[in-house]
Each structure stands twice: as C-alpha cells, then as structure tokens.
Antibody, heavy 121, light 113 residues
C-alpha cells in the first residue's frame, strides 16, 4: 500500500526556519512527481511546491518562492521542504502528495495525513 | 495563474436527492493534442486529507461510488452526486493540473438538508 508520512511540523517564531519530511513507501519513488499542498486553519487548499520524479525540475508558488526549497532523496524515499523566513501566513497543515501518473501533469492520488506548522511569537 | 471558481460556496441537499457543484476556470484546461481536460475533483471530510474522486474531468478514481460523476469541458465543469448519502457530507474542491501552479477552487461545503 502507498503511504506518505509527514513529519517536522512545529510551533516556530516569525523569521524562523523549519524542514518538513515526507517518508514514502509502497511505490517506485523515483517514478512519480511529488508535491506539497497546504491548508491554513479553516481555509482551502493551496499548492506550495512540486518536484519531478528525477528531482531535476522544481516548482514553487509565488507566495513561497525564494523562501522554500523542495528536494527529494531516493536513497531514503523521502521528500523534503526546507522553509525559511517563515511568516504568520505560512501557518497551515502541510500535506505531502503523490501524482497519479508519470507525465508530471497528473492529479494527486495519495495524500499524507499532514503536519501542522504554526508560525507565531 | 489559472483561477478556479466554484459555485455555490455551500449547498444543502436532502438525502437521496441530486447535488451539483460547479467549477469554472479562468482559461481552458483542455489540451488539444490529446483532447483531455486537466481537471480533478477531491472530497475532504473533517480531519482528513483530501481524496481524489474524479480526474480528466469525468473519470472516476478506482473505488469511488458511481453516484459521483463529473462533466464539462474547457472552462466549465460540474461534479454531480446523483443520490446524496449521509457519508457524502464534505467539502469538495476542483483542481486544474493543466499548468503550474496547479490551482484549486475555493471549495464547496455540502451538507444534508
């Protein structure tokens, strides 16, 4: 069975840094693009960042460009999101997602349970 | 960025009745070379991550009940639940995966009347 397990969420002060991890299992890790999608408390879904199966291509929402960095480690089957210069508006549950197909243009067929990031002083 | 707009924001439907949710994209998500609409629908229940229901605008994901159906093309799409069940109470989101960023609609909250 496919599993995506996020970790690393925490209460962090504005301006701080945090690294989220997503351990993946049950599928060929390097074959699928992965993304981070966040959901602020009581709000809708916002795509944050994505990375191709090979890791050679990365994509960011304008709201996080220059502050967040996505990466993946095929030896550990793990996706990362390095978050710096955190702001109150980054407060959200962060979900790790797997694309359904190989093309890089597919919806998300698996989601992790999410990890909560709270940015507050 | 492609803006996705859902209507209505909330909807109350009686058990056994039909529920219809609309989604409009600010530009076409139909890829002419393969004639596919890059549009998905998700269901999110409280305290859970979203679940993929429909992709390519009208293809049901494996295991999704056939009371769920998707339709539409280019910029206008619908999600229909033919006979509402109690377990369908949730927030529904559309998403385009035609171009990055893969934007979502604001969500439609579906309740029982």
């Amino acid at each position: 069975d496919v599993q995506l397990v996020e970790s690393g969420g925490d209460l962090i002060q504005p301006g701080g840094s945090l690294r989220l991890s997503c351990e993946a299992s049950g599928f060929s890790f390097s074959s699928y693009a992965l993304s981070w999608v966040r959901q602020a408390p009581g709000k809708g879904l916002e795509w944050v960042s994505g990375i191709s199966g090979s890791g050679g291509s990365t994509y960011y929402a304008d709201s996080v460009k220059g502050r967040f960095s996505i990466s993946r480690d095929k030896s550990k089957n793990t996706l990362y999101l390095q978050m710096t210069s955190l702001r109150a508006e980054d407060t959200a549950v962060y979900y790790c997602t797997k694309e359904r197909g190989f093309s890089g243009y597919d919806p998300y067929d698996y989601w992790g349970q999410g990890t909560l990031v709270t940015v507050s002083s | 960025d492609i803006v996705m707009t859902q209507s209505p924001d909330s909807l109350a439907v009686s058990l056994g009745e039909r529920a219809t949710i609309n989604c409009k994209s600010s530009q076409s998500v139909l890829y002419s070379s393969n004639n596919k609409n890059y549009l998905a629908w998700y269901q999110q229940k409280p305290g859970q991550p979203p679940k993929l229901l429909i992709f390519w605008a009208s293809t049901r994901e494996s295991g999704v009940p056939d009371r769920f159906s998707g339709g539409g093309s280019e910029t206008d799409f619908t999600l229909t639940i033919s006979s509402l069940q109690a377990e369908d109470v949730a927030i529904y989101y559309c998403q385009q995966y035609y171009s990055s960023p893969y934007t979502f609609g604001q969500g439609t909250k579906l309740e029982i009347k």
